[in-house]
């Protein structure tokens, strides 16, 4: 790993000229999206991890379809751990692998009830413990519930990151250690949040809006450059 002053994982690029660029980045995407915030709907920490768990391979409008007769029908911790299975399939079908979904929703309600007293953690290292939480749904908890640093990796994150030039790794928890060098604690969640919106509006997967792309003038094109996309 790469410390102050060496060079860096990413193209050569020395660590100090990369955090420089990433500030500007950082800087041009707070312009560009000012706005970005969570777009999953929630009002407790329980309802923002239940959801942030049904938005894997689902769209967050979906979710926010979905969730209002889930909070209705289950409202807290307590309800999810006692509901029957085929109750939770039945009510998160429509957000895809709903099977494995329910085990985890269930088994988390369980484990929160039985090891935190009903709340849910604030700590990464106890999240972590939950079962179905990763890092992602780790960090959008601690960045929007719990007022803590949450870098989120999502595909979107990962690969507007990649072709950056801000890390030139593939595996998400590897990016998200590559910007935590790059970025200040205080910018993690926000910049994850745009970042999301840039690859959603900008940077799509297949087909880059370079031209018309504001981060033009500080961005690598790495795997994009040349008409065809690799990343
Ligand atoms: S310049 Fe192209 S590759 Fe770089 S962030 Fe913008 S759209 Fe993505």
Redesign the pocket.
């Known amino acids: 790993m790469a410390g102050p002053g060496r060079k860096a994982r990413s193209g050569g690029e020395d660590r100090k000229s990369q955090q420089a660029r990433a500030a500007r980045l950082s800087a041009a995407l707070a312009q560009l999206y000012p706005e970005a915030r969570i777009s999953l709907d929630f009002t407790t920490p329980w309802q923002c991890l239940v959801a942030t768990i049904l938005s894997a391979q689902c769209t967050d409008e979906r979710v926010n379809r979905t969730t209002p007769e889930l909070f209705r029908r289950l409202p807290d911790v307590g309800a999810m751990a006692q509901a029957p299975l085929e109750e939770i399939q039945r009510l998160i079908q429509s957000t895809g692998f709903f099977r494995r979904k329910s085990q985890a929703l269930k088994a988390a309600a369980g484990a929160i009830l039985e090891r935190y007293g009903g709340e849910v953690p604030a700590r990464m290292e106890e999240l972590l413990t939950l079962p179905g939480v990763g890092r992602k749904t780790a960090n959008v908890l601690l960045g929007h519930v719990f007022n803590q640093p949450g870098l989120v990796v999502d595909t979107h994150v990962r690969r ?1 990151s990649l ?2 030039g801000l890390t030139c790794e593939h595996d998400a928890d590897e990016v998200e250690g590559d910007l935590q060098k790059l970025l200040p604690p205080g910018d993690w969640t926000p910049f994850s949040m745009r970042m999301i919106l ?1 690859g959603r509006r ?2 799509h997967a297949r087909a ?3 031209p018309e ?1 504001l ?2 003038s500080d ?1 690598r ?1 790495v795997g ?1 450059a040349g008409g065809k996309v690799h990343v």
């Open positions: 507007v072709r950056l840039h900008i940077c880059p809006r370079c792309c981060l033009y961005c094109r994009v």
